[in-house]
């Protein structure tokens, strides 16, 4: 009998379902779009009312789509049986927060909540904790805890606390009600083996947990006495590691998503971090991209260090004896994709003319231009900035627009910005005694965008190596699923048998880096101006 490990991989918009067999040949993919998207506007209910600014919410029934009509198509399309599955793996986006009651329903379900939006899934990017999260920042500073240096020595509302804590303070009655606030990765993998089980990765980026302290109740008693004392039994479960097995599938789920009970259930990890898996990135000194609709920055490590703006440093979070750190930029593929809905109409029919995508067009016109040809510089702060200021209410600029500034040179601009972003954390990571000898970029962006690679090499002035899948995420969910199900002794011996090639090398071209050199350095003076000697600039015209 064949055997086949599921990776089922959440991401921003939908979700995906891959089947690979233990050699690392990808069987079957199904994408399953979330119906409601990213909520921002107003529930998805009769007479809801508009969403506060900042508020990014999702439906927890788009997550349930996604396992019951994506598993059955992918086990559909690649002609794989049930009893041929030997476990399932599960990435999500993080930090993804939902109240749910004792039995795992989440309260937006239940009418009483259906139109509080504190009761909805508090998707990553929702930054309406921001009050709350300055709140904890200022405490533990003031506490002088250690915590922070593993933190970038920032608090970032985008972070598991913040989100639990705004809800604590805005509505009072979702948060009596809630048994449990958990982690989207973590939800999915209780409801599949029935019992509250929790990642060392979901908890160690989002939660201020360690292996060692556990939970920081210490401080979360300065906040308020009643939030520290009644969310120990909100964090409740078992805490388990990446690579270990949460459970086994139990027999009403098994009905529900086309697999036999029993099926072993890897513990979570957060999406980015599971395409290292994907794509064997398994040694220091490599610096890994993510790039989707935000990018993550992550490197390994074997010593615990202080580095400034990352969200944090974890044991174990992704190979075994190992910290894992993550950094990131919270608009890229969302920036591009929000710009190219507001190209003028003659564009988008030139493109469909062409029978090509209008981010295909806008790439053929913005590679006519060399580097500074188009006199724009950009902040891609349009999402605010997550590393290295960790500041959500900072917000874009575009510097040089002139009366015969065309789209296709800001959006060029644009392009630029988010390597000049990535840049300053390589420069960040480097500055800590992480030196970076390799760097590898993965996801649905580098496969299709050849200008921004060639851009990122540029700007880096380093050879970027890109995978030859869009799935790496993915692909490291059914890496744990294998490790579940018994199919590896190890992590580092799925990795290497399941992980997926590269495709191409970028490499800097050196008239570009020279003049990239002295872009960056202009962005810098923008950079530090508007983000660190006039941060509350931004802010007050965000909040007029």
């Known amino acids: 009998m064949k055997k086949y490990a599921i990776g089922i991989d959440f ?49 927890p029934n788009n997550y349930l789509d996604v396992l019951k009509i994506g598993m059955h198509d992918a086990l559909q399309r690649g002609g794989v049986a049930k009893e041929e599955v030997i476990g399932v793996g599960i990435s999500f986006t993080s930090s993804t927060v939902l109240a749910v009651d004792g ?50 020595n920032t608090v970032s509302a985008e972070w598991f606390l913040p989100k639990c804590l705004e809800t604590f303070y805005k509505a009072p009655e979702v948060y009596e009600h809630a048994t449990f606030f958990i982690e989207a990765a973590d939800w999915i993998v209780s409801k599949l083996v029935g019992d509250v089980v929790r990642s060392n990765c979901t908890l160690g980026y989002k939660s201020f947990w360690n292996e060692v302290d556990g939970f920081p109740f210490n401080f979360l008693e300065e906040i308020d006495p009643i939030f520290a004392q009644t969310m120990r039994g909100k964090l409740a479960g078992t805490i388990k590691n990446v690579g270990e097995t949460a459970g086994v599938l139990t027999e009403d789920m098994a009905n529900e998503i086309s697999l036999l009970p029993g099926t072993p259930i890897g513990t979570a990890i957060i999406d980015a971090h599971s395409s290292l898996l994907g794509i064997g990135a398994k040694e220091e ?15 390994l490590n074997k010593e615990q260090k202080s580095v400034k703006g990352i969200s944090g440093s974890v044991y174990e979070a992704i190979f075994p004896n190992v910290y894992a750190y993550e950094a990131g930029q919270p608009a890229v593929g969302d920036l591009f994709g929000s710009y190219i809905k507001q190209i003028p109409k003659e564009y988008s029919e030139e ?8 981010f295909q067009y806008m790439e053929q016109l913005a590679s006519k231009f060399a580097p500074g040809e188009n006199k724009l510089l950009a902040l891609d702060w349009m999402n605010g900035n997550r590393s290295v200021l960790a500041n959500f209410d ?8 002139t009366l015969k500034t065309k ?18 954390i ?43 899948t869009e799935q790496a995420s993915g692909v490291g969910a059914s890496v744990l699923g294998a490790v579940a ?38 962005y810098e003076q923008l950079y530090n101006y508007f983000g660190v000697e006039q941060r509350h600039f931004m802010k007050d015209l965000l909040h007029l």
Not at 290 to 299: A, E, K, P, R, W
Not at 394 to 401: A, D, N, P
Request: contains cysteine; hydrophobic residues 40%; proline residues 5%.
């Open 11 to 59: 991401g921003t918009e939908s979700g995906r379902v891959l089947i690979i067999d233990l050699n690392g040949q990808i069987v079957s993919t199904s994408i399953v779009p979330y119906k409601d998207g990213v909520i921002t506007s107003r529930l998805p209910i009769k007479k809801s009312e508009q969403l506060p600014q900042g508020f990014a919410l999702q439906n």
């Open 103 to 152: 039995n795992l329903q989440p309260l937006c379900f239940e009418p009483t909540f259906t139109k509080n939006p504190h009761a909805w899934v508090k998707l990553w990017k929702h930054h309406g904790a921001s009050e709350e999260a300055a709140l904890i920042y200022d405490i533990v500073k003031d506490r002088k805890e250690q915590i922070l240096r593993h933190y970038g």
């Open 285 to 299: 000194k490599q610096l890994t991209m993510v790039m989707g609709t935000s990018t993550c920055h992550l490197m």
């Open 351 to 358: 493109a469909k003319r062409q029978n090509i995508s209008p």
């Open 394 to 401: 900072l917000t874009g600029l575009i510097i040089g627009l």
């Open 407 to 424: 789209p296709e040179e800001v959006y060029r601009a644009l392009l630029e910005a988010t390597a000049f972003g990535a840049k300053t």
């Open 426 to 468: 390589v420069l960040s990571y480097e500055a800590a005694g992480l030196p970076i000898e390799k760097i590898f970029a993965c996801g649905g962006l580098p496969k299709r965008n050849a200008l921004l690679m060639q851009i990122y090499a540029d700007v880096l002035n380093r050879e970027v190596t890109v995978s030859a």
């Open 485 to 522: 199900g018994g199919g590896f002794e190890s992590i580092y011996d799925a990795v290497e048998q399941m992980k997926q090639p590269f495709e191409r090398v970028y490499r800097p071209i050196a008239e570009n880096v020279n003049t990239y050199d002295k872009m960056f350095t202009m």
